[in-house]
């Protein structure tokens, strides 16, 4: 007897089991006829966490394959666009020490590295400004595109900023109204498994038994499939991102006029950093520390120090992070998907992207049967594994190549014993060849690409050694490259309008298509 998958049961919403919910429902819509069923179960009682409110651009693709309306989707999630992440003191610490990682590609990139360019030139402009009109972009706090841009196209790269907390209920509308998405509102008393181990059932107060083919763990922290009923361990990741607290604050603004950072800022504290993100209504404000190297008391001073009076009296909610993702993360017939699988600090949001691609990696391989579940489960725990892996590596490159050392928490972070083994073979390789399509980044699994590197090495003051004589052949196709960029930069500056500006016509008028 073969036994096929049908029926799909997520279990917890949320941004995590929302977006599988509508990623598996939108692949499969013309199964449904055939009686193949999604299935959301959350608890009535359990609060969105709601913190990760920075996206990569990713999620254009992911929100337009579930037929979302990129109006709608502004109008709803309080939402914004991000062009991408500045980061400052992260180098020296001096007031004046800040650079991006822009969304955008350097100019040319698949046909020139301009990184050995720059570095021969001298380097009088920044890495970011020579290959990449986006950061001029942000620090003049203009929007990637214009209001007759086609919905989710965009003059720069973008993601956005939103409001996790109006992000889930509006996919929840879409995926039950839309896509045929079944929402059931009960708690999980008990897990009931087969005699196989395979989860049978979920049991639950308000709605008894739910059963399914394939379980979806979208519990949270908890983990209460993957974790708690089928025992996979947590594999814990402090000894290399130090970070293991939040506290976050929401800050009105001003007045309605005032202007909204098309950027993430994250700056660099005594023991972490804070991010500052603008919505349309608001910033959302948090500082990410090492409870080893600070006390929750004096981060808050740094916290509030930094936001100014804006924030008196003001409460702030505290978030505990705990670094880390489960040692496998499909086992039997249970895959888990956003923080049941694993949560590393925010600093490059990566919680959502991984959500994204989990789920686009359930519904293109969905077992047809549960006789080949096992095979398709080892090929996305090796994926998956690799995908967590090279985010830890980026964000621990940002402390690694820090140059700070007025406090413990910086010098610690580039004790080598911290350093993963795969990121300091990269670092050695880099100081003798840039970072560009070489071997290190040939897997379709990488989730930062070469560039990303390349902006935060250069941005933090990284030097390659580089032979100008070995320059020489591709030098006037660089150099076409860096005058390209120039021309594209004003181009965009008197083109694309203010941040502000645009989401208020994307709210009244929607987005209009000529």
């Not at 496998?328 to 959500?355: D, H, M, Q, T, Y």
């Not at 413990?408 to 073979?425: H, K, S």
């Not at 100081?431 to 040939?442: G, S």
């Not at 020489?472 to 941040?499: F, G, I, S």
């Amino acid at each position: 007897m073969v036994s096929p998958v049908k029926n799909i049961v997520i279990v917890g919403g949320g941004t995590a089991g929302w977006l599988t919910a509508g990623v598996i429902a939108a692949k499969h819509k013309a199964r449904q006829a055939s009686g193949f069923t999604v299935t959301l179960v959350e608890s009535p009682n359990t609060p969105i966490i709601g913190v990760g409110e920075g996206t990569w651009p990713t999620l254009r693709t992911t929100l337009a394959k579930i037929g979302v309306s990129e109006t709608d989707f502004f109008r709803e999630c309080d939402a914004a666009f991000k062009q991408g992440a500045k980061f400052a003191r992260w180098t020296t610490g001096a007031e004046d020490d800040a650079y991006y990682h822009p969304l955008v590609l350097p100019q040319g990139f698949s046909q020139v590295n301009l990184a050995p360019h720059w570095l021969a030139s001298g380097g009088d402009v920044s890495f970011c400004d020579a290959v990449c009109p986006q950061g001029v972009l942000c620090d003049e706090g203009l929007a990637p595109k214009t209001i007759t841009a086609a919905p989710y196209q965009g003059a720069a790269n973008y993601a956005y900023h939103l409001d996790a907390g109006k992000f889930a209920p509006f996919l929840q509308r879409h995926c039950t109204e839309k896509l045929g998405v079944r929402h059931v509102l009960a708690d999980v008393r008990s897990v009931s498994l087969a005699e196989d181990g395979d989860i049978r059932a979920i049991v639950t107060e308000q709605a008894g038994e739910i059963e399914g083919d394939l379980f979806v763990d979208c519990t949270g922290f908890r983990s209460l499939l993957l974790g708690e009923a089928l025992g996979v361990p947590f594999k814990d990741c402090g000894d290399v991102l130090f970070c293991d607290t939040a506290l976050a604050i929401q800050i009105p603004y001003e007045n309605e006029n005032s202007p909204i950072s098309t950027h993430t800022i994250s700056t660099a504290q005594s023991a972490g950093w804070i991010w500052d993100i603008g919505l349309p209504t608001r910033r959302g404000v948090g500082h990410v520390f090492s409870s080893r190297h600070i006390s929750d008391d004096d981060a808050e001073r740094e916290l509030r120090a930094y936001i100014g009076p804006a924030c008196r009296d003001l409460p702030v909610r505290k978030i505990a992070i705990r670094s880390g993702h489960r040692e496998i993360f499909w086992k039997r017939n249970c895959v888990a998907v956003g923080l049941a699988a694993g949560f590393l600090e925010p600093l490059e949001a990566s919680a959502i992207v991984l959500i994204e691609l989990s789920a686009k990696l359930i519904a293109e391989q969905m077992p047809a049967c549960r006789e080949v579940m096992d095979v398709i489960a080892g090929r996305f725990n090796a994926t998956t594994q690799y995908r967590w892996g090279r985010i830890i590596d980026f964000l621990k490159l940002h402390y690694v190549l820090s140059q700070r050392s007025d406090t413990a928490f910086w010098r610690d972070n580039r004790d080598p014993d911290t350093i993963p083994e795969r990121l300091a073979d990269l670092l050695r390789l880099w100081r003798h060849q840039p970072p560009w399509l070489h071997e290190e980044f040939d897997r379709v699994e990488e989730v930062f690409p070469a560039a990303s590197y390349q902006y935060v090495l250069y941005g933090m003051g990284f030097r390659t050694e580089v032979e100008r004589e070995a320059l020489a052949d591709e030098a006037a196709l660089a150099q076409r490259a860096l005058r390209e960029n120039a021309l594209q930069t004003e181009r965009l500056r008197a083109t694309l309008p203010r941040h502000r500006d645009l989401i208020r016509k994307i709210v009244e008028h929607g987005l209009q298509p000529v």
